[in-house]
């Protein structure tokens, strides 16, 4: 299956699932669970909620993670603060970036955005370098837009 078939049933595996129930943390649950077990070559999926000026960790699935990250902090509190998409091709040459597991090489992080408010983050992590393209960030963005309509 090519990278655009996958993406095309993850994104109908999670409407489906979230058009179910309005409960947000059930959907964000449901919906770290459905990338980090469709997606090849990740070894973590989940979300960050904004609290004041930091990021908290929300549902996700992988091995136990950062609590809170400072906005403005490591790839997702850069990507907060900026408020677009962020690709690492490697987290170890990013200036700042918080090792929450230090097998994480890539990372994408989408910022989740609903009425110009900046919710949080949906972040996720590879153990290859240059794991993530503009593809994905494409396809992820349908999704993170997908759960803000949902909210």
Known sequence: MDKSDLYSRLLKDISRLIEDTDDALANYANTAACIYHTLPDINWSGFYFLRGEELVLGPFQGR????H???GKGVCGTA???RKT???DDVHDFPGHIACDPDSRSEIV??????ALLIGVL????PLPHRFDRE???FLEKIAALLMRHL
Request: net charge negative; with cysteine.
């Open 123 to 126: 972040d996720i992590d590879s």
């Open 86 to 88: 962020l690709i690492v």
């Open 69 to 71: 990250i400072p906005l």
């Open 110 to 115: 989408l910022p989740l955005i609903k009425d």
């Open 64 to 67: 136990p993670a950062c609590v």
């Open 136 to 138: 994905d960030a494409s």
């Open 80 to 82: 907060a603060r900026q």
